[in-house]
């Protein structure tokens, strides 16, 4: 069936064989599943972030022949992922889409949003630019840096970590990685205690687990420096032992962070914890039985003596004892150091939110500049997902998960309906209770206005 530029049918509707009353109607310039993506380009208008990223890349174009504008093609580009879109080749499709096209705005709402060529384009030649893809690696932080100018934050904790992106091709950069078992893509990420990307970057899939950890961590460092954020009162960074680097120490104790980083046991370490390690005389009992300890122990890398945790956990049935040691400067007592540092899985699940619901481990470019385009282009589409999570939810959905924001929320369908000075977009109240969505847009509206550090006083 032949449709026009916006995807509206030029034929009429299909009958039903196994009952000649049932009609399917094509109106693909009228019918959306993804009615609640205007939500989150409520929350975008808000906090203004894809206008403010807007003024942060540099248009290569030259001429006036370019039919959208840079921030059409960022919007489509981050929306699409948002909605679970892994490629540009949807674009084509989603160039129709009535949603689509009016979070896009411009000439996309009457005109139809970009073709998947010129989304290529976008992608692979404009972003690719030394300036624009510095921009665009900066953006995630600028981004989280307009929400915290409205709810200044008191403690900062930030969680760092790798991941892996499994690839099934010959990509550039692509290896076979040990620990992961799989043959694959690199990324390094960092995350604050909200869930919010600060930093990510794309590395080759044969590099250590901490390769490039400076250039991720030094520019956020700086952005929550006293100078900066002097209402942040503490600063917290955690990580696991791939990560118990000595120069990373220096820097955290010169920057006046706290941590708590897992490190590999050794002989020295072992032999001050020997008293511990030993079981107790009689029947062992069916509950774990944990003991702690706190030494000062120097290695030969490191300029000062650090302060060690360590925990030794005997569980019923296994002959030898868990043993696990953690370096810090913090002063609290040994089990809420260890407290503190477990608290750190939760970065491993914002990875597995990022690869389920926004599927940012599929990176099928076989070049990896385009690949590391495409990772830092998911960073502020998953940081949108996210701020709404944190910043307005309502109590009837605040427990869901990203993936169950895209499946339930984003995934709604709508019917746009046209009048003479309005669109309206028509949605099944039976998916998606009004109630939900008057809260949540009631809790967008409180982010409106100046940050609150603009506010006199």
């Given at each position: 069936m032949a449709a026009d530029a916006t995807g509206k049918a030029d034929a009429g509707p299909l009958r039903l064989e196994f009952d000649r009353s049932v009609k399917v109607e094509f109106c693909g310039s009228?019918?959306?599943?993804?009615?609640?993506?205007?939500?989150?380009?409520?929350?975008?208008?808000?906090?203004?972030?894809?206008?403010?990223?807007?003024?942060?890349?540099?248009?290569?174009?030259?001429?006036?022949?370019?039919?959208?504008?840079?921030?059409?093609?960022?919007?489509?580009?981050?929306?699409?992922?948002?909605?679970?879109?892994?490629?540009?080749?949807d674009a084509d499709r989603l160039s129709r889409d009535p949603v689509m096209r009016h979070i896009v705005g411009g000439r996309a709402v009457k005109y139809g949003?970009?073709?998947?060529?010129?989304?290529?384009?976008?992608?692979?030649?404009?972003?690719?630019?030394?300036?624009?893809?510095?921009?665009?690696?900066?953006?995630?932080?600028?981004?989280?840096?307009?929400?915290?100018?409205?709810?200044?934050?008191?403690?900062?904790?930030?969680?760092?970590?790798?991941?892996?992106?499994?690839?099934?091709?010959?990509?550039?950069?692509?290896?076979?990685?040990?620990?992961?078992q799989s043959k694959c893509l690199h990324p390094l990420f960092l995350f604050n205690q909200f869930g919010d990307l600060e930093r990510c970057s794309l590395r080759p899939g044969n590099v250590h687990s901490a390769d490039g950890w400076e250039d991720v961590l030094r520019p956020v460092l700086a952005r929550y420096a006293t100078e900066a954020r002097p209402l942040i009162k503490r600063r917290r960074f955690r990580a696991d032992a791939a990560f118990a680097i000595p120069a990373l120490f220096d820097l955290l104790e010169a920057a006046g962070w706290d941590y708590a980083i897992r490190i590999k046991g050794n002989r020295k370490l072992y032999e001050r914890i020997d008293f511990l390690t030993k079981r107790g005389p009689g029947r062992p009992p069916h509950h774990v039985v944990r003991h702690y300890a706190s030494f000062h122990y120097r290695a030969k890398s490191w300029s000062r003596p650090r302060r060690i945790v360590a925990k030794v956990e005997f569980h019923s049935g296994e002959l030898f004892p868990r043993v696990g040691f953690i370096v810090t400067n913090r002063s609290l007592p040994n089990e809420r150091v260890l407290a503190f540092y477990n608290g750190r899985g939760t970065a491993e699940q914002h990875i597995k939110e990022g690869k389920h619901a926004l599927k940012w481990t599929r990176l099928s470019c076989m070049k990896?500049?385009?690949?590391?385009?495409?990772?830092?282009?998911?960073?502020?589409?998953?940081?949108?997902?996210?701020?709404?999570?944190?910043?307005?939810?309502?109590?009837?959905?605040?427990?869901?998960?990203?993936?169950?924001?895209?499946?339930?929320?984003?995934?709604?369908?709508?019917?746009?309906?046209?009048?003479?000075?309005?669109?309206?977009f028509q949605m099944a109240e039976a998916a998606l209770p009004k109630g939900v969505v008057a809260g949540i847009l009631g809790l967008i509206n409180t982010l409106r206005g100046p940050p609150a550090a603009a506010v006199s006083v």
């Open positions: 009228a019918i959306s599943s993804d009615g609640g993506l205007l939500l989150h380009r409520e929350l975008d208008d808000a906090l203004g972030l894809t206008d403010m990223a807007a003024l942060l890349f540099a248009d290569p174009r030259t001429g006036r022949n370019g039919r959208h504008r840079f921030i059409s093609f960022l919007r489509q580009s981050i929306f699409s992922q948002l909605a679970g879109y892994e490629d540009f080749n949003a970009a073709s998947a060529s010129a989304m290529d384009r976008f992608e692979t030649e404009m972003l690719a630019q030394s300036n624009n893809l510095t921009a665009l690696i900066d953006l995630p932080g600028r981004w989280i840096d307009a929400v915290h100018d409205r709810r200044p934050p008191k403690v900062i904790t930030l969680d760092m970590d790798s991941s892996e992106s499994p690839v099934h091709g010959d990509q550039e950069g692509s290896a076979w990685n040990g620990h992961f990896f500049a385009a690949n590391a385009v495409r990772l830092q282009l998911h960073a502020p589409a998953y940081n949108l997902a996210n701020f709404l999570q944190t910043l307005a939810t309502p109590k009837d959905i605040e427990t869901w998960s990203l993936t169950s924001l895209r499946v339930r929320l984003i995934k709604t369908g709508a019917r746009l309906v046209r009048h003479g000075r309005y669109a309206i």
